[in-house]
């Protein structure tokens, strides 16, 4: 039965992305985000049969099903990276559902917004190298509610008064982000990328939140190391492909936003369940 249910979530989280997609090209354009969506270029109102998640995609070969023109790699790709995030929280929670349904369905569904906020977070700041206040603000404060909600042995919903040092984890996580943003004029970090800690100590906690953050940071680091390697392979092999691919021209004064990278280490701690300062503490 579980099988199922994880098919079902992943297709559901597919069809979510869709409509992430919509979110990430109209937010902050003027536009809303009722009417139909419309090729880019022919500007053709699209059919059903064009909007299927990933398989419209696949189907006319990454091109308009009129004018032939590319589609970006990245509708399908959001569309896929939130169905595999839905599925993986439906298979995190669900030994809670033979518990208690209704501690499952509040935190499943609490799950499901945290990780599309995460996926518009993580797209925007790629594409525009900024994190809106709308989507990292939202994010804040869904994670610091989470410190007056619990559940008892029951299922049924507690309120609970958090200590301190809940309460400040977020801060104190988010000071050193802003230290640098401040002391670097933001050339070094940027301010939303302290914003986003906040949320990370409130969501995750002060251990697992720092975790994230430490694992972000050696993410960050191994890919910057790669593009870098990128940037001077673009020199050597100026105008030509690499695996069939044109290597960007990227340097050590090349902008890369920074907030993907944090998220992906927070969705290792989230999903594995992993805390760094733990493990120093066993091999200790």
């Known amino acids: 039965m579980h099988i199922y249910f994880t098919i079902f979530f992943f297709v559901f989280g597919t069809i979510i992305g869709s409509f992430l997609n919509v979110v990430l090209y109209r937010f902050n354009t003027g536009k809303t985000l009722m009417g139909r969506s419309r090729c880019f270029s022919c500007r053709r109102n699209l059919s059903p049969i064009d909007l299927v998640p990933v398989l419209s995609y696949i189907s006319f070969g990454g091109k308009c099903r009129t004018c032939k023109s590319r589609i970006s790699i990245q509708y399908p790709l959001v569309e896929l990276a939130t169905g595999i995030l839905f599925a993986g929280s439906y298979m995190l929670f669900s030994p809670v559902l033979e518990a208690s349904p209704t501690m499952f369905l509040i935190q499943f569904v609490y799950t499901l917004i945290i990780m599309s906020l995460l996926v518009l977070i993580t797209v925007y700041d790629m594409r525009h190298k900024i994190i809106p206040d709308m989507f990292v603000f939202t994010f804040i ?17 507690l309120f609970r008064i958090p200590d301190l040092l ?18 670097s004029d933001g050339r070094w970090m940027g301010f939303g990328d302290a914003k986003l800690a ?15 953050i430490v694992l972000g940071f050696w993410i960050g680091a191994a890919v910057s190391l790669l593009l870098l390697g990128m940037g001077y392979l673009s020199k050597q092999y100026a105008h030509k492909k690499v695996l069939g691919m044109k290597v960007p021209h990227l340097s050590l004064k090349s902008e890369v936003p920074f907030a993907p990278f944090l998220i992906a280490g927070l969705l290792i701690v989230f999903f594995f369940r992993y805390n760094l300062f733990e493990s120093f503490a066993y091999l200790i």
């Open 141 to 157: 404060g869904l994670s610091f509610s989470t410190l007056f909600l619990g559940f008892d042995s029951f299922g049924n919903i």
């Open 166 to 183: 809940q309460l400040a984890s977020g801060f104190i996580l988010a000071f050193p982000f802003y230290f640098l943003w401040l002391i």
């Open 198 to 212: 906040v949320g990370f100590g409130w969501f995750l906690g002060l251990s697992s939140g720092a975790t994230a």
